[in-house]
Nanobody, 119 residues
Framework: QVQLVESGGGLVQAGGSLRLSCAAS????????MGWYRQAPGKQRELVAAITSGGSTNYADSVKGRFTISRLNAKNTVYLQMNSLKPEDTAVYYC?????????????WGQGTQVTVSS
């Protein structure tokens, strides 16, 4: 099993910054992809950003230039630095990892952390 612990959400004014972190633990052989998704009320969950074990990144168009995803492989931790936050960034943010255990890849979700951006 894999456990994900998220932290860093909160309330911030528009234009402000927040940094989310997600640490994975358990019987992990390796983690291929780590990412952040978000879900606003009444909307579907959407990909915000993802990063591979080699450092390749992918961002939603709505956050390009404002958010930066990074990871520390030695600690199985992924970060999301969010700058120039907008009210439309308000959502519950979920960490997602694709981890290899006993040569099989599984997907895991964090519990979610609320990000609220006030105008």
């Amino acid at each position: 099993q894999v456990q994900l612990v998220e932290s860093g959400g909160g309330l911030v004014q528009a234009g402000g910054s927040l940094r989310l972190s997600c640490a994975a633990s358990g019987s992990i052989s390796s983690i291929n992809v780590m990412g952040w998704y978000r879900q606003a009320p009444g909307k579907q969950r959407e990909l915000v950003a993802a990063i591979t074990s080699g450092g390749s990144t992918n961002y939603a168009d709505s956050v390009k230039g404002r958010f930066t995803i990074s990871r520390l492989n030695a600690k199985n931790t992924v970060y999301l630095q969010m700058n120039s936050l907008k009210p439309e960034d308000t959502a519950v943010y979920y960490c997602n990892v694709k981890a290899v255990i006993m040569m099989v890849q599984y997907g895991y979700w964090g519990q979610g952390t609320q990000v609220t951006v006030s105008s």
